[in-house]
């Protein structure tokens, strides 16, 4: 492009909208352009906007981002869903660039990409390798335990505990941790099961920490009733190999002790601030049993991070840009 690409958040007031505005507002390379605050509900005007730019970011509710793209007239602006409302929307691509082989180039050829979620983000960066090169059969079943910062839960929950932390300084949490989901079905359970490859979706547990940002996505894998289960270190190479040439993605060594607090403990906020997802293969092959976990910031290759690798995909520039 000869001049600077325009970029308009759609919904910038947001928790996400709001990440991904602070990573792009520092950038000399586009020009980021706003809708004014009266006019942020009317829609002559925000599809005159939406169809005058090259790139629109919608960090809106699912039916809000809907409407947006009903407005899209020019068949040239690029769409960048980082709502859920077209993970696995038919004429959509999904904005996993690490999910497969030729994912980039779908991005980069794309007018419509969805920004992934940040559950589905860890729990396919885990399990995607092991049924793409056969070492689990689609038919396993897989179960998937997740917990987040508080501030996956938007605005409202943010507030919940930042009210709480200031009325309560250095009282224990009134709220430590909570299982939530518990009648199954959450939003994100088909977009774990349409892009890994599974035959069935996974039983899926999410929960919320006391802690702003942060995420660890577990698999436990018990291997034992497998004819031929493949070892730990197996799974762990063949990990390793799909991520080989990966940015963004870092497989930790096998076993490895080093990035564990105290030699024990997984902290989930250790990637806070980056746009890295970090998988983990614990093993016992006498038992046959496997674990599998992804550590990422929700709010970075979860959210905004992603958004902007995205983005700079579809532009044609350097991955890497505003991620440092």
Same mark, same amino acid.
């Given at each position: 492009?000869?001049?600077?690409?325009?970029?308009? *958040?759609?919904?910038?007031?947001? @928790? @996400?909208?709001?990440?991904?505005?602070?990573?792009?507002?520092?950038?000399?390379?586009?020009?980021?352009?706003?809708?004014?605050?009266?006019?942020?509900?009317?829609?002559?005007?925000?599809?005159?906007?939406?169809?005058?730019?090259?790139?629109?970011?919608?960090?809106?509710?699912?039916?809000?981002?809907?409407?947006?793209?009903?407005?899209?007239?020019?068949?040239?602006?690029?769409?960048?869903?980082?709502?859920?409302?077209?993970?696995?929307?038919?004429?959509?691509?999904? !904005?996993?660039?690490?999910?497969?082989? !030729?994912?980039?180039?779908?991005?980069?050829?794309?007018?419509?990409?969805?920004?992934?979620?940040?559950?589905?983000?860890?729990? /396919?960066?885990?399990?995607?390798?092991?049924?793409?090169?056969?070492? /689990?059969?689609?038919?396993?079943?897989?179960?998937?335990?997740?917990?987040?910062?508080?501030?996956?839960?938007?605005?409202?929950?943010?507030?919940?505990?930042?009210?709480?932390?200031?009325?309560?300084? !250095?009282?224990?949490?009134?709220?430590?941790?909570?299982?939530?989901?518990?009648?199954?079905?959450?939003?994100?359970?088909?977009?774990?099961?349409?892009?890994?490859?599974?035959?069935?979706?996974?039983?899926?547990?999410?929960?919320?920490?006391?802690?702003?940002?942060?995420?660890?996505?577990?698999?436990?894998?018990?291997?034992?009733?497998?004819?031929?289960?493949?070892?730990?270190?197996?799974?762990?190479?063949?990990?390793?190999?799909?991520?080989?040439?990966?940015?963004?993605?870092?497989?930790?060594?096998?076993?490895?002790?080093?990035?564990?607090?105290?030699?024990?403990?997984?902290?989930?906020?250790?990637?806070?601030?980056?746009? *890295?997802?970090?998988?983990?293969?614990?093993?016992?092959?006498?038992?046959?049993?496997?674990?599998?976990?992804?550590?990422?910031?929700?709010?970075?290759?979860?959210?905004?991070?992603?958004?902007?690798?995205?983005?700079?995909?579809?532009?044609?520039?350097?991955?890497?840009?505003?991620?440092?």
């Amino acid at each position: 492009m000869t001049t600077k690409p325009k970029i308009f *958040i759609d919904g910038e007031s947001g @928790t @996400t909208g709001l990440q991904i505005y602070s990573r792009l507002n520092q950038r000399d390379d586009i020009e980021l352009v706003s809708i004014e605050a009266s006019k942020h509900r009317d829609a002559t005007e925000r599809a005159k906007l939406i169809n005058a730019v090259d790139v629109v970011i919608l960090c809106l509710p699912d039916d809000a981002a809907r409407e947006a793209v009903s407005l899209v007239s020019n068949t040239r602006v690029k769409i960048l869903d980082a709502s859920s409302a077209h993970r696995t929307a038919k004429n959509w691509v999904y !904005g996993f660039p690490e999910l497969n082989p !030729g994912q980039r180039e779908k991005i980069t050829s794309a007018q419509f990409v969805s920004n992934p979620g940040c559950y589905p983000t860890g729990f /396919l960066a885990c399990i995607r390798p092991l049924i793409a090169k056969g070492l /689990l059969n689609s038919n396993f079943p897989v179960t998937v335990n997740a917990v987040s910062g508080y501030s996956g839960g938007g605005k409202n929950l943010i507030k919940q505990y930042h009210s709480f932390h200031e009325q309560q300084a !250095g009282a224990e949490s009134l709220y430590p941790y909570g299982i939530y989901g518990l009648q199954f079905g959450h939003k994100h359970v088909k977009e774990m099961h349409h892009y890994s490859g599974l035959a069935s979706p996974p039983l899926f547990v999410p929960a919320v920490g006391d802690f702003e940002q942060g995420m660890l996505v577990q698999v436990p894998l018990p291997l034992g009733n497998l004819d031929n289960p493949p070892s730990g270190e197996v799974i762990h190479q063949a990990i390793a190999d799909y991520y080989q040439s990966e940015k963004f993605v870092q497989v930790a060594p096998f076993q490895d002790s080093t990035l564990l607090r105290d030699g024990t403990f997984l902290d989930a906020t250790a990637l806070n601030g980056t746009n *890295i997802v970090q998988v983990f293969v614990f093993a016992n092959d006498t038992t046959k049993e496997v674990l599998l976990v992804a550590r990422l910031d929700n709010l970075g290759k979860g959210a905004s991070g992603a958004a902007v690798q995205n983005l700079n995909i579809m532009l044609g520039f350097p991955e890497e840009l505003g991620l440092s």
